[in-house]
């Protein structure tokens, strides 16, 4: 099962303008969320998105 693990434990993963992140398949999971501040153009297709925490 693809997953992308983030640092810190379950820190988010931070974003940056002008991205995409798309899960491989229908299992890809990323732990731990995403962040984005002042960012624009950015597409999340096809992830579970685990253990996302407050900041």
């Not at 693990?5 to 992140?21: H, M, R």
């Not at 899960?23 to 579970?48: C, E, F």
Request: avoid cysteine.
């Amino acid at each position: 099962m693809p997953s992308i693990n983030t640092k810190g434990g379950g820190s988010p993963l931070e974003v940056a303008s002008n991205n995409t992140i798309q899960g491989a398949n229908s299992s890809a999971k990323i732990h731990g969320g995403l962040t984005m501040k002042n960012v624009s153009n950015v597409m999340i297709r096809k992830l579970d998105i685990q253990g996302v925490w407050p900041n």
